[in-house]
């Protein structure tokens, strides 16, 4: 009967190619987060949100919304809150 002293190992390939996987990964991770050109602004807006210089042109009167009969026939839904003492009227002393 023979000893066998030392088995003849196997090459795992497939911890080899998850290995290399994940060692690939972090350096595509790390040169997008930190080595890649930053978009501009302008690439990252759309085109119909690019026009507000339009809307910095527009005057706003408040004079026009607070003559108007619908605004002026608004009234509160809620009424005046009411205040009372809570607590007592220094908290520092003893019961």
Sequence with gaps: MAIVLEEKQ???WKALIIFISIIVFLFAAAYFLFFSPVPAIEVIIPLNIKSTT???????????????KIYQSLRPAVGPAVITQVGR???FIKF
């Design 10 to 12: 196997k090459f795992n």
């Design 54 to 68: 339009e809307l910095s042109t527009v005057e706003f009167k408040p004079g026009d919304l607070t003559g108007d």
């Design 89 to 91: 009227a220094n908290p």
